[in-house]
């Protein structure tokens, strides 16, 4: 194929990818190769760092001159809040090179969008066991693992992964999503969209939802009970479940803490086997100690500001028992799980007063009088809500002062 008409193929490639969002990696897969051959075999597809660089800024440039052209003869303009991006396929850089409509932009400077490009693509990565070496594998999907820049890449991937009703909410971490509905008057219209709605955000954004791992937990108090409706994805039900494990914390659909409790102590009662073989090689009681907090301690302390409020005195009193195990192992004196409670949670609120971004800031107001630094308690009907985290977070810091 001549030069000229191999850029001009190569300007319309990049026309196509930047108008119908298709990935980058589209001229490194084999059946578009297969298809492209067949269709012009003389002609050559660029790489996906050639079609990412020079390809795509030609063609970004040149519809940027277009629309300066068609802004400046229009009498009036009408902006589209919508966006679109010129890498699907790519789905981080999808927001690292954003473009609104009709004005077009680059957000950040192409070298560093190539740089991420190329951070994220041919990772070379082997299973080693022993002696033994898998044969090398190059990733171009997800993120390494323990990466500093991981985080960070994410929440630029899923930043438009947001509730559409105000009576729902998405919470994601990592690979964990969960969407909470407030469902009244039994209208489960807006829960329902925001889970549709879910399954078309994955779709458009190349992810699969695992239909087999996702389950649904209702919360009723309401005494008679009423039948809910299974959910759907992609014409599969949705396991309905009474508890479910979220971040290491059992959650039940009573809101109540045994299950996890009953977990954490199984937990522990293993490590104090490994705490009692210890002591026989006569080490230290501040060595002991020392183990206790790492391997014992930081289970049986693990989101405690969430659940230990409120625990029944039965669970209270099988922690503590724990507790003096391990006391009586190390030789040293432990500090009590409603010691460890009270100081982290009003570590806790402290921190969130201080950061005015906290989704829970606001539920830390002072009184209007301000004569005690008293901050305002809502009123709750139940001892349930009484003793859940953040309202014992608030007695706790009034009590200080």
């Not at 959910?231 to 659909?253: C, M, N, Q, R, Y």
Request: glycine share 4%; net charge positive; charged share 20%.
């Amino acid at each position: 194929m001549e030069e000229r008409s191999q850029r001009n193929a190569d300007e319309c490639l990049a026309r196509a990818v930047y108008a119908t969002a298709s990935p980058l990696m589209l001229t490194g897969n084999v059946y578009w190769k297969r298809f492209l051959n067949v269709l012009c075999p003389a002609y050559t597809p660029p790489t996906s760092h050639a079609l990412s660089t020079h390809l795509l800024d030609a063609e970004f440039n040149r519809v940027q001159v277009k629309v300066k052209q068609i802004i400046e003869k229009a009498d009036c303009i009408v902006i589209i809040s919508d966006r679109w991006s010129n890498v699907r396929g790519q789905g981080i850089i999808n927001y690292i090179i954003s473009t609104p409509q009709p004005v077009f932009y680059k957000s950040t400077d192409p070298a560093l969008c190539n740089w991420v490009l190329d951070f994220l693509t041919g990772r070379p990565q082997v299973v080693r066991i022993g002696n033994n070496i898998s044969t090398l594998l190059i990733l171009n999907t997800g993120a390494p693992q323990g990466c500093v820049l991981s985080p960070l890449l994410y929440s630029l991937f899923t930043h438009d992964c947001v509730a559409k009703h105000a009576s729902n909410s998405i919470i994601k971490f990592a690979y964990d999503t969960k969407v909470v509905g407030l469902i009244t008057n039994n209208d489960e219209t807006a829960y329902r969209e925001e889970v549709r709605a879910l399954g078309v955000w994955c779709q458009e954004n190349n992810l699969s939802l695992n239909v087999n791992k996702t389950k649904e937990m209702i919360v009723d108090f309401r005494k008679q009970e009423r039948a809910h409706p299974p959910i759907h994805i992609d014409g599969t039900v949705v396991e309905k479940v009474e508890s479910f494990k979220f971040l290491g914390v059992h959650i039940t659909d009573k809101l109540k803490w045994s299950t996890h409790i009953d977990s954490v102590v199984k937990k522990v009662q293993q490590r104090l086997f490994n705490l009692r073989r210890l002591k026989k090689f006569s080490l230290s009681p501040k060595t002991l100690t020392n183990v206790y907090r790492c391997t014992i301690e930081s289970i049986l302390s693990g989101c405690i500001t969430t659940w230990y409020g409120n625990c029944s005195a039965h669970n209270r009193k099988a922690l503590q028992r724990v507790v003096r195990t391990a006391q009586g192992i190390t030789g040293g004196k432990l500090p009590a799980l409603q010691d460890t409670y009270t100081t982290r949670c009003h570590r806790k609120a402290k921190k969130i007063i201080k950061d005015n971004n906290h989704p829970s800031h606001c539920l830390f107001t002072l009184l209007s009088s301000r004569r005690r630094c008293q901050n305002r308690c809502i009123k709750s009907g139940t001892e349930r809500l009484k003793n859940s985290s953040y309202l014992k977070a608030i007695r706790l810091l009034n009590s200080h002062h």
